[in-house]
């Protein structure tokens, strides 16, 4: 095992990935299911794999990015390559989105047609959602990268804790200052969602440090926390968390979450099951390209009239939560991968793994 191999951030991304696709795929099933709804209704909730999400940001680019602060030269070569394993597949499957809005209008999501095409593909904050919808997050994740490169380019590493914990109550602060009508750009920089990734970074840095015998019990306590999050918010029927409420009862829980896998994979070093690694390989696929694959078999379903038993609702969900799987699995073998294989920023790839790579 490398030092920069992780396989528990890969299970974890699968669970994420996963989690996300139950969200979507509950809406559809309660929009075209002819009974009662299969998914539970804590799943409504299901997009919490996002909090996960940034927290695994967090602790991977703070461990990328080790050794290599107070250097302009590395935060351009940081930044150049987190552009490059982000935007090129973003790209593709935007414009995936502007050809359906071009030739088959009704099948593109109406509610957000209005917005720029520009912005989209630059990820630049709006009023609305991108054409890709579930690009929001990595409107988030750019903001990320952005503020890690400033400190790759002037900050001592040494200075790092600080710096982190310094953003964190910049944040704290703008968001109490600055109300919802904000500059979108204002409203990313101020969000309480960068606070899962700072606990993340953080986690990055500190996990060595926690008694192998804690990791476990770290990792359930995380593991319960996220969960009993979503059980409270299903028992109360909320309506969908806050970003605050997100960081809080999520993005903590998924941080101690993180901190005791990667901790205990270090002193264990556990097998874990292949099919989950495989799909966290997949992820960034499975996550850009899932919505594409619900839409389309939910109009299925709906048309082909098995969507009036309980049974067929759970074949449905079966088959549409292998397709996305599958789907996922493609994209990242077929455009993934080639994609990054362009890059000879990605050189090192042949020599060890890097399952830090996001």
Excluded at 12 to 30: D, P, T, Y
Excluded at 136 to 142: K, S
Excluded at 150 to 167: C, D, K, Q, T
Excluded at 329 to 334: A, D, E
Aim: proline share 6%; with cysteine; aromatic share 10%.
């Amino acid at each position: 095992m490398t030092s920069r191999t992780f396989h528990s951030v890969q299970a974890l991304r699968a669970i994420a990935a996963l989690l996300v696709v139950v969200f979507h795929l509950q809406i559809v099933e309660q929009k075209y299911s002819a009974t009662t709804p299969l998914i539970p209704t804590l799943m409504r909730y299901a997009d919490s794999g996002v909090d996960l999400f940034f927290v695994l940001s967090g602790f991977v680019m703070t461990t990328i990015a080790a050794g290599s602060y107070g250097s302009p030269h590395n935060a351009g070569r940081f930044l150049l390559r987190r552009c490059w394993r982000v935007l090129p597949l973003y790209w593709l499957y935007t414009s995936v989105v502007v050809a359906l809005m071009l030739l088959a209008p009704g099948m593109a999501n109406s509610s957000y047609q209005d917005q720029s095409i520009v912005a989209s593909y630059l990820l630049w904050p709006q009023s609305q959602l991108p054409l890709l919808t579930v690009g929001w997050t990595l409107i988030h994740e750019m903001f990320f990268y952005l503020v890690m490169a400033g400190m790759i380019a002037f900050a001592r590493e040494s200075l790092l804790p600080w710096l982190l914990l310094g953003w964190a109550v910049l944040t704290l602060c703008a968001q109490q200052l600055l109300g919802p009508a904000a500059a979108p750009w204002q409203l990313v920089a101020s969000s309480p969602l960068t606070l899962e990734f700072i606990a993340g970074a953080l986690v990055g840095l500190y996990w060595q440090r926690l008694p192998a015998a804690l990791a476990l019990p770290v990792a359930g306590l995380g593991a319960a926390g996220f969960l009993s999050t979503l059980l409270i918010l299903a028992g109360l029927d909320a309506a969908a968390p806050s970003a605050a409420l997100r960081a809080l009862g999520f993005g903590l829980p998924a941080a101690l979450l993180t901190l005791g896998l990667v901790r205990w994979e270090r002193a264990s070093a556990p097998v874990l099951p292949p099919a989950l690694l495989r799909i966290g390989d997949s992820s960034y696929s499975l996550y850009l390209s899932h919505v594409f694959v619900i839409s389309a078999a939910g109009r299925l379903w709906q048309k082909s009239g098995w969507n009036s038993t309980t049974w067929q609702s759970g074949l449905f969900v079966l088959l549409t939560l292998l397709a996305c799987v599958g789907a996922g699995l493609v994209s990242w073998r077929l455009l993934e991968q080639p994609l990054q294989k362009l890059s000879s920023l990605r050189r090192r790839r042949a020599q060890a793994p890097d399952i830090l790579a996001e």
